[in-house]
């Protein structure tokens, strides 16, 4: 059945112009994926095992192996200051056989503690002293086995803290994905800065990622198809067409609202009257209107078919509404300096969906819901009922759902659930279309995973589809992830922003917050207006960002219903800081004006505690790197970046490099580490440090 399904000749363009248009970007989409590829390569790959923290786990390994204990090293951070060592080292197998840690204690710690005494790094002074504190066996290391830990930080420069870990794998990663025809939302931002952080992290750890925008150029089209050509000059005179589509969209909207009422139009509010006459003329009954209704739904499903049968006017018009959406949305990618690799609508996959549920029919796996499975499904809800497995509330709305489904085509699960994939009437839907997606992007891009960036709401959409492509086995050997994030919600109700709420700010909140910043550079009449305007536009992003995802992934965001207010805590949240940090750091290597030191050079210089826990904190960052990636959650890396700045700051001003003309080697090259770290992070979050602040 897979090899039936999931093949070449099931993905199709669709018929007329629309075909066309698919074909064009099709041609395009390869195009673009051979360029991504390339460009993953030239990039070129750190060895994960190169760095110090994972040498060092090597080496203690090694030693443990030799002493005939388990090739295992767990190393834990400790702080010197309080304990006295750098790291602690236990071996969880051994902590985990019968026992437990008291038998640890007593027998394997003091063969630990002899294995790493006697192992090279401490016989040639790497390591200083080793000792046991109950069931850890504590290391301090030297000053020089720090400073020398920086060389790599110096030599892979931009690059460091990359691995190879997941080098081969392809990842397609479906991220921002507005609606046409409408206005971005809270959520959008949302989607679209994780989105982008997690190809960052996926790139860093060795992954080719594919940055896909999935539009949704599809639903709802026939009735704005039909209504503007009915319609065009009520809707208001602006400045972006998108902000007339989207008008148009509330007026639909708001039309079949009224078609819903059961009062008489006499009793409707004014507006309500109003609009309705506005658009159909004189209508002064209930039934008037809802045959007028009837008209325009009929000529809108009509206007539909005809787009998707590729007819070249009512594509013509099509293409036109969504380009003006397109050049919404990216001012809005502009402001953010966001790419996408593909923008491929909706309306790629229809023809498609169609085709491969066809197939899929063949096979058994797509059936009519017939009114003898639905009233087997009937008989099967009422037992549950009767049994009390369901309530009433319950019992009602599976048996309305199951009236609706009758006549459309399913995939039928294991567990009595469903999936709608195609209704009655033969129209596509969400999930025809997310199906051949996924064909598609498993023919054509081969990736390891699919990973949809979308909000936690959209849950149960996606589990039905991923069990679906399975069952018709069109996903090959794609893992299918929904990356889900929480909601931006109002900072003083704590409520989640309408999309209404969200769709009025979004451009606002950008541009307000770039202007922030701008302004209080200008202020500081220090930096010419050409580059506070860059250098706002990076920390009004850069703090947006941060305050994003500073926190889990999961956790709402709050946002002030006051534009000002807003602007003030994304200024308090962290990414100014940053940035503020790494500038600081780059402006004593300025004064400093020679060229860095080589650490290996340094192994006279005594460290401060305060310079060795810097230090290991620049250590973890390669871990940290890798583990947001297997978690999906940017907070991992950033929150270690916070605290890299915390620490430093307080160094620096404790510890100063340059002072009275003496210059502190050992402190130059710390510092020139630490700003390279801090920048490497904020490049993986998708923000640029400007030069000076």
Same mark, same amino acid.
């Given at each position: 059945? @897979?090899?039936?399904?999931?093949?070449?000749?099931?993905?199709?363009?669709?018929?007329?112009?629309?075909?066309?248009?698919?074909?064009?970007?099709?041609?395009?989409?390869?195009?673009?994926?051979?360029?991504?590829?390339?460009?993953?390569?030239?990039?070129?790959?750190?060895?994960?095992?190169?760095?110090?923290?994972?040498?060092?786990?090597?080496?203690?390994?090694?030693?443990?192996?030799?002493?005939?204990?388990?090739?295992?090293?767990? =190393?834990?951070?400790?702080?010197?200051?309080?304990?006295?060592? &750098?790291?602690?080292?236990?071996?969880?197998?051994?902590?985990?056989?019968?026992?437990?840690? *008291?038998?640890?204690?007593?027998?394997?710690?003091?063969?630990?503690?002899?294995?790493?005494?006697?192992?090279?790094?401490?016989?040639?002074?790497?390591?200083?002293?080793?000792?046991?504190?109950?069931?850890?066996?504590?290391?301090?290391?030297?000053?020089?086995?720090?400073?020398?830990?920086?060389?790599?930080?110096?030599?892979?420069g931009g690059q460091y803290g990359e691995g190879d870990a997941?080098?081969?794998?392809?990842?397609?990663?479906?991220?921002?994905?507005?609606? %046409?025809?409408? #206005?971005?939302?809270?959520?959008?931002?949302?989607?679209?800065?994780?989105?982008?952080?997690?190809?960052?992290?996926?790139?860093? +750890?060795?992954?080719?990622?594919?940055?896909?925008?999935?539009?949704?150029?599809?639903?709802?089209? *026939?009735?704005?198809?039909?209504?503007?050509?009915?319609?065009?000059?009520?809707?208001?005179?602006?400045?972006?067409?998108?902000?007339?589509?989207?008008?148009?969209?509330?007026?639909?909207? @708001?039309?079949?609202?009224?078609?819903?009422?059961?009062?008489?139009?006499?009793?409707?509010?004014?507006?309500?009257?109003?609009?309705?006459?506005?658009?159909?003329?004189?209508?002064?009954?209930?039934?008037?209107?809802?045959?007028?209704?009837?008209?325009?739904?009929?000529? !809108?499903?009509?206007?539909?078919?005809?787009?998707?049968?590729?007819?070249?006017?009512?594509?013509?018009?099509?293409?036109?509404?969504?380009?003006?959406?397109?050049? &919404?949305?990216?001012?809005?990618?502009?402001?953010?300096?966001?790419?996408?690799?593909?923008?491929?609508?909706?309306?790629?996959?229809?023809?498609?969906?169609?085709?491969?549920?066809?197939?899929?029919?063949?096979?058994?796996?797509? =059936?009519?819901?017939?009114?003898?499975?639905?009233?087997?499904?009937?008989a099967r809800l009422r037992a549950a009922h009767a049994s009390?497995?369901? @309530?009433?509330?319950?019992?009602?709305? %599976?048996?309305?759902?199951?009236?609706?489904?009758?006549?459309?085509?399913?995939?039928?699960?294991?567990?009595?659930?469903?999936?709608?994939?195609?209704?009655?009437?033969?129209?596509?839907?969400?999930?025809?279309?997310?199906?051949?997606?996924?064909?598609?992007?498993?023919?054509?891009?081969?990736?390891?995973?699919?990973?949809?960036?979308?909000?936690?709401?959209?849950?149960?959409?996606?589990?039905?589809?991923?069990?679906?492509?399975?069952?018709?086995?069109?996903?090959?050997?794609?893992?299918?992830?929904?990356?889900?994030?929480?909601?931006?919600?109002?900072?003083?109700?704590? #409520?989640?922003? !309408?999309?209404?709420?969200?769709?009025?700010?979004?451009?606002?909140?950008?541009?307000?917050?770039?202007?922030?910043?701008?302004? #209080?550079?200008?202020?500081? *009449?220090?930096?010419?207006? %050409?580059?506070?305007?860059?250098?706002?536009?990076?920390?009004?992003?850069?703090?947006? /960002?941060?305050?994003?995802?500073?926190?889990?992934?999961?956790?709402?965001?709050?946002?002030?219903?006051? =534009?000002?207010?807003?602007?003030?805590?994304?200024?308090?949240?962290?990414?100014?800081?940053?940035?503020?940090?790494?500038?600081?750091?780059?402006? /004593?290597?300025?004064?400093?004006?020679?060229?860095?030191?080589?650490?290996?050079?340094?192994?006279?210089?005594?460290?401060?505690?305060?310079?060795?826990?810097?230090?290991?904190?620049?250590?973890?960052?390669?871990?940290?790197?890798?583990?947001?990636?297997?978690?999906?959650?940017?907070?991992?890396?950033?929150?270690?970046?916070?605290?890299i700045c915390i620490l430093y700051n307080t160094y620096y001003?404790?510890?100063?490099?340059?002072?009275?003309?003496?210059?502190?080697?050992?402190?130059?090259?710390?510092?020139?580490?630490?700003?390279?770290?801090?920048? +490497?992070?904020?490049?993986?979050?998708?923000?640029?440090?400007?030069?000076? /602040?």
């Open positions: 059945m @897979t090899n039936s399904i999931l093949n070449q000749e099931n993905f199709v363009f669709g018929p007329g112009e629309l075909g066309k248009l698919n074909q064009r970007l099709h041609s395009s989409a390869l195009s673009s994926r051979e360029k991504v590829e390339a460009q993953r390569q030239a990039h070129g790959f750190i060895a994960s095992d190169s760095y110090p923290l994972k040498r060092l786990e090597i080496a203690l390994a090694d030693c443990l192996a030799a002493a005939g204990l388990p090739r295992e090293c767990n =190393l834990a951070f400790v702080e010197r200051g309080k304990f006295g060592a &750098d790291f602690a080292v236990t071996v969880r197998s051994l902590l985990s056989a019968p026992g437990g840690a *008291g038998a640890y204690i007593k027998q394997h710690v003091p063969q630990i503690l002899a294995a790493i005494q006697n192992c090279k790094l401490a016989r040639e002074g790497q390591i200083v002293s080793v000792e046991a504190k109950g069931m850890y066996v504590n290391l301090k290391m030297s000053a020089s086995y720090f400073l020398n830990a920086l060389e790599p930080v110096l030599t892979y997941w080098r081969g794998k392809s990842i397609v990663v479906d991220y921002s994905s507005p609606n %046409a025809a409408k #206005k971005l939302h809270a959520g959008h931002i949302r989607s679209t800065i994780v989105g982008e952080i997690l190809c960052n992290l996926y790139e860093a +750890n060795g992954a080719t990622a594919h940055r896909l925008n999935h539009i949704n150029d599809l639903g709802g089209f *026939g009735f704005l198809l039909e209504g503007y050509r009915r319609w065009e000059k009520l809707l208001p005179s602006t400045e972006l067409q998108n902000d007339r589509l989207a008008a148009l969209y509330q007026l639909y909207r @708001t039309l079949e609202k009224c078609a819903a009422l059961a009062t008489e139009l006499a009793s409707w509010d004014a507006a309500s009257q109003e609009t309705v006459q506005r658009c159909f003329g004189q209508v002064t009954s209930r039934a008037q209107y809802q045959q007028a209704w009837a008209d325009y739904v009929k000529a !809108s499903n009509a206007r539909y078919e005809a787009l998707e049968a590729g007819d070249s006017t009512e594509v013509a018009l099509w293409q036109k509404m969504v380009g003006w959406s397109l050049e &919404d949305f990216k001012s809005f990618y502009d402001i953010l300096g966001i790419r996408h690799d593909y923008v491929i609508g909706e309306s790629f996959y229809a023809a498609s969906g169609l085709k491969l549920l066809e197939a899929a029919r063949a096979a058994g796996v797509v =059936l009519t819901f017939s009114q003898s499975l639905a009233d087997a499904e009937i009390e497995e369901m @309530t009433e509330q319950e019992l009602e709305s %599976a048996l309305e759902s199951v009236t609706r489904d009758v006549g459309a085509s399913v995939v039928m699960f294991p567990d009595h659930s469903r999936l709608v994939v195609l209704r009655s009437d033969g129209r596509t839907i969400y999930a025809t279309r997310d199906l051949a997606a996924i064909m598609y992007r498993a023919l054509f891009f081969k990736p390891s995973r699919v990973i949809y960036v979308v909000g936690q709401e959209q849950q149960e959409h996606f589990r039905p589809v991923f069990e679906a492509a399975a069952a018709l086995g069109i996903k090959g050997e794609t893992e299918l992830v929904h990356t889900s994030f929480g909601f931006y919600v109002d900072a003083g109700s704590k #409520k989640k922003l !309408s999309s209404r709420d969200g769709a009025s700010n979004v451009h606002r909140l950008l541009g307000q917050t770039v202007a922030h910043f701008e302004a #209080k550079l200008l202020e500081s *009449g220090e930096i010419p207006a %050409a580059e506070a305007r860059e250098s706002g536009r990076q920390l009004g992003v850069g703090s947006i /960002i941060i305050n994003d995802v500073k926190k889990t992934r999961k956790s709402s965001v709050e946002v002030f219903a006051d =534009l000002n207010k807003a602007v003030e805590e994304f200024e308090k949240s962290g990414g100014a800081y940053l940035m503020y940090s790494a500038c600081r750091a780059r402006s /004593i290597l300025r004064k400093y004006g020679g060229e860095l030191p080589k650490p290996s050079s340094l192994s006279a210089a005594e460290l401060l505690p305060v310079e060795a826990e810097l230090v290991k904190k620049l250590m973890e960052f390669p871990n940290r790197v890798r583990a947001a990636a297997e978690q999906d959650e940017p907070s991992l890396m950033v929150s270690l970046l916070i605290e001003n404790a510890a100063p490099v340059i002072k009275g003309g003496e210059v502190h080697l050992h402190r130059v090259a710390l510092t020139a580490a630490v700003a390279q770290v801090i920048e +490497n992070g904020l490049q993986i979050c998708h923000i640029t440090c400007p030069p000076r /602040i």
